[in-house]
């Protein structure tokens, strides 16, 4: 079961490097120079992150693999459908509210999830996520901190944000919805059931949304509907344009070095 193992890591790759990709439209056009430097600091951690994860699913690959791969191959020459991230991870960053909101209940979740992985059996897995849990702590905090400015500040800014819950709610269940490969490794011991985290997930985002003021109703309807298949490589049509861009060089100039 190997490749449900490398399915796993590659997962966990894909949805650090698609955000970040996201996060990088940023540069230049923040707000204010701070915040500028600030989401492109946070851009970078996710690309690192995602490094780590790509050199080591392509260590696990090679281990049988005819051909040789690299964190390059893993991420300049794979198509949409071969990608495992997040649906949330890939969907535009509309205006700041939106872009901060995304950044936040995806932080949230990853911080969770590393406290989980950093236990886990798996030792080059769990070494990455003790080296990223003291990043994403900061993310966590950067960006509820925004969550709580916009939300109980202007009625622009809030409605901005209520707006930004709207349309992002629905893509959060995913991460709570285990698939074949996330199964596999609960199972060896090598990361925890992820339905588990939802509870304490939805707590904390709670209890930054009241403290923003910040009162959704679709937070209480239990049967809200959830857009998934990101991990299964069913994805949005914006995944497409966003590997246009990332994956151009490499798709027009094969093998192409400085």
Known sequence: MEQKKIDYVLYLADCNLILSQRSA???GHGPVLEQDIAITNITLD????ARNFYQYAAALINRSAAKAVTEDTLAYLR??????????????????????LKQYLFSQFQYLLFEQLQNGKDEQIAAIASKSIKETTYHVRWSSEWVIRLGDGTDESRNRMLK???TLWMYTGEMFQPVSYELHVAKEGMDADVSTLKEPWLNKV???FQEATLSPALLNEGNTFMQTGG????HTEHLGYILTELQYL?????????
């Open 231 to 234: 991990k299964e490589g069913r």
């Open 164 to 166: 930004a819950i709207d």
């Open 79 to 100: 198509t949409e459908r071969e990608f495992k991230n997040l649906l949330i991870c890939e969907l535009p960053n509309g205006d700041w509210a939106q872009t901060i």
């Open 46 to 49: 996710l690309l690192g992150q």
């Open 25 to 27: 439209e940023w540069c």
């Open 250 to 258: 490499q798709r027009v100039y094969p093998g192409c070095e400085w």
């Open 206 to 208: 709670k209890e930054i």
